[in-house]
């Protein structure tokens, strides 16, 4: 059984291109959460999914990001006209239910940056 | 505003010691689940251990173990026999109120391990 998969693992944009992460949950998981690292910070929770559906988007800038988790294919985390402040680790992890108590696992992170 | 403090940003161990990482955090729930996770420098996130709050008995997972005090809020992890493939950042996180499984996480401590 695959774990979470994301790519890409590196991704370098210029400022104001749009950047596209992906992240493939486990096999049987239908609940992804993102979150976002900035260097020598914790993960910081920017918003959970299910299929078709967000749940929870309260972590995320109002502005230039997105996500989607389609009926078929991985869920992407979007972000339009990056700036430097974007640059960072983003990690995806998935569940099989919604819930505290059940455990996130988590994909390898793609690094931002944008230069 | 729920919180969590790693009041270590950086400890060091010698191999085969003992060390433990302290963690405080601020939650009005009477139940929920607390979390440890590691960060290695490929910074994949794993999960190392896992208490339930209304459990009195600390959680143990072979050489991991923690100390939960619940009336203090405080969720240290205890390393023992410590080998050169600890070392890496130790973040402690336990789930928003009322949220669907996020995560609120500390800043991390960087767990040195010396030979």
């Known amino acids: 059984n695959a774990g979470v998969m994301q790519n890409p693992r590196h991704l370098v944009r210029r400022r104001g291109q749009e950047a596209r992460l992906r992240c493939s949950p486990m096999?049987?998981?239908?609940?992804v959460y993102w979150y976002r690292q900035l260097p020598e910070e914790g993960l910081k929770f920017m918003v959970y999914l299910q299929k078709e559906n967000i749940i929870d988007e309260s972590g995320m800038p109002k502005e230039r990001f997105s996500a989607e988790f389609p009926k078929e294919g991985p869920s992407i985390l979007r972000i339009q006209q990056v700036v430097r402040g974007d640059s960072a680790a983003y990690f995806c992890?998935?569940?099989?239910?919604?819930?505290?108590?059940?455990?996130?696992?988590f994909g390898p992170g793609t690094r931002l940056t944008v230069t | 505003a729920q919180t969590v403090t790693q009041s270590q940003p950086e400890m060091s161990v010698q191999e085969a010691e003992t060390v433990t990482l302290s963690c405080t955090y601020d939650t009005s729930e009477s139940d929920y689940y607390l979390f440890w996770y590691k960060q290695p420098p490929s910074r994949q996130m794993i999960l190392v251990i896992r208490?339930?709050?209304?459990?009195?008995q600390n959680a143990t997972e072979n050489r991991f173990s923690v100390n939960f005090q619940k009336a203090a809020k405080s969720f240290s992890l205890k390393i023992s026999d410590s080998q050169l493939g600890d070392a890496a950042m130790y973040f402690c996180?336990?789930?928003?109120?009322?949220?669907?499984?996020?995560?609120?996480f500390g800043k991390g401590t960087k767990l040195s391990v010396k030979p």
């Open positions: 208490q339930e709050a209304y459990k009195q």
């Open positions: 992890a998935s569940s099989p239910m919604a819930g505290s108590s059940y455990e996130q696992y």
């Open positions: 096999k049987g998981h239908s609940h």
């Open positions: 996180a336990y789930p928003v109120r009322g949220s669907q499984g996020n995560l609120i």
